[in-house]
């Protein structure tokens, strides 16, 4: 079993749409819980970060973190074209142990 | 600016040749890893440094070899012995020891291909 699993998709959905993209893990150890989005053929960017449980909002963004169901989300409101991209999520268990990450999730939106 | 460079950004390599990927940052970053990312498989993570002239393997190092002479820079070797190696290869560098800044920076990335 892996410790991060994450839906490849793709997913597709209209502009304007609110998105919702998730990733389950095994190990309850991990404490920092992070999302970068990867455009195609490009490094991934940090796009949120939380530590522990709870809701972190940017913007159009709000990553939750749910330990007791080991489970993040991350949503998109007022989704764009220049959305469209791979999310990845990603868990460590401190600040100085490695980064793990999950498959990523191809998302697409429609004009 | 501060960043990560990677280079080159496309490689061709002949089978039963080694290749060096570089990397450099200066960021002043302590930590330094080398993932590879196959299509559908995410990122995994092949070796990763958190001080100079200390390394640790990853999840899929056989093949792989790397150093850490500066703190500015962490090339990777794709030896022959490495089956598979098409692939994008990112490397990121991160602040270590600090309780509220894990966050990875990466580079652009590294396509190889072998011909």
């Known amino acids: 079993q892996k410790e991060v699993e994450q839906d490849p998709g793709p997913l597709s959905v209209p502009e304007g749409a609110i998105v919702s993209l998730n990733c389950t893990y095994s190990?309850?150890?991990?404490?920092?819980f992070m999302w970068y989005r990867q455009y195609s053929r490009k490094g991934p960017e940090l796009l949120m970060y939380t530590y522990s449980s709870g809701n972190k909002e940017d913007g159009r963004f709000t990553a939750q973190v749910d330990k007791s169901s080991k489970y993040i989300s991350l949503f998109i409101r007022d989704s764009q074209p220049s959305d469209s991209a791979t999310y990845l999520c990603?868990?460590?268990?401190?600040?100085?142990?490695?980064?793990?990450f999950g498959s990523g999730t191809r998302l697409s939106i429609r004009p | 600016d501060g960043g990560i460079t990677q280079s080159p950004k496309y490689l061709f390599r002949k089978e039963g040749q080694n290749v060096t990927l570089s990397c450099e940052q200066n960021?002043?970053?302590?930590?330094m890893y080398w993932y590879r990312q196959d299509p559908g498989q995410g990122l995994r993570l092949i070796y990763y440094?958190?001080?100079?002239?200390?390394?640790q393997k990853g999840d899929i190092a056989e093949g792989y070899s790397v150093s850490r002479e500066k703190k500015e820079s962490f090339p990777l070797t794709v030896t022959s012995a490495q089956k598979n190696p098409t692939a994008f290869y990112l490397c990121?560098?991160?602040?270590?020891?600090?309780?509220?800044?894990?966050?990875?920076?990466f580079g652009q990335g590294t396509r190889l291909t072998v011909v």
């Open positions: 990603a868990m460590s268990y401190s600040s100085a142990s490695k980064i793990i």
């Open positions: 960021l002043n970053h302590d930590a």
């Open positions: 440094s958190q001080i100079v002239n200390d390394f």
């Open positions: 190990n309850s150890a991990f404490q920092y």
């Open positions: 990121a560098s991160s602040i270590v020891g600090q309780v509220v800044n894990t966050e990875a920076f």
